[in-house]
Every structure is written in C-alpha cells, then in structure tokens.
Nanobody
C-alpha cells in the first residue's frame, strides 16, 4: 500500500524559507508522480507543485513559481519542496499525494485510488 508522510512544516516570518519533505513508500509501479497541494482555512485545496518520477517533469502554480522548487531523491524515495520568500498567503496545511502524472489541475489519483499524506502545517507570520 502506498504511504506518504510529510514533514518540515512550521512557523516562519515573511521572507523566510522552509523545506518540506514527503517520504513515499509502497509503490509497485514506476510510473507515478508526487504532487504538493495546500489548503488554507476557508479555502479550497489547490495544487502547488508536482514532479514526475519517470522523467522528472515538474509543474508549479503561478502563485509559487520562482519561489518554490520541487526535487526528488529517488534513492531515499523522498520528494522535497523548498519554499523561499514565503508570504503570509502561503499559510496552509501542505499535503503530498501520489498521482498518475504531474500535470496542472485537479488531483488525478493513482490507479483509481486516492493516496494522501496527513499534511504538515506551514504558518507564515507578517
């Protein structure tokens, strides 16, 4: 069974940085992507970034492009989200999820199922 565990959230001041980690396990097939999503209080969940395991293809939402960088360490089965120049509007619970592909838009699921981590809270103070 696919399992995802996020870590690295915390409290940071505006302009600061955090690095989130998503430790993934249980994949049977090599064709998957890891997506980072976030949900702020009272708002819908939104896709922040993703990376494809097979070809390294990445995606960033306009709101984080140029500030966030997604990378993967395949040897450790871990995906990182480096977040720089953080803003108060980045405050949210951040989730990683397993998907069929890295693409813009809604969560795709992975072989018909939803696989999400429990989330890690990022708070950016002004």
């Amino acid at each position: 069974e696919v399992q995802l565990v996020e870590s690295g959230g915390g409290l940071v001041q505006t302009g600061g940085s955090l690095r989130l980690s998503c430790a993934a396990s249980g994949f049977i097939f090599d064709d998957y992507a890891i997506g980072w999503f976030r949900q702020a209080p009272g708002k819908e969940r939104e896709r922040v970034s993703c990376i494809s395991d097979s070809d390294g293809n990445t995606y960033y939402s306009e709101s984080v492009k140029g500030r966030f960088t997604i990378t993967s360490d395949n040897a450790k089965n871990t995906v990182f989200l480096q977040m720089n120049s953080l803003k108060p509007e980045d405050t949210a619970v951040y989730y990683c999820a397993a998907e069929m592909a890295c693409t813009e838009g809604h969560y795709l699921g992975y072989y018909g199922k939803d696989y999400w981590g429990k989330g890690t809270l990022v708070t950016v103070s002004s």
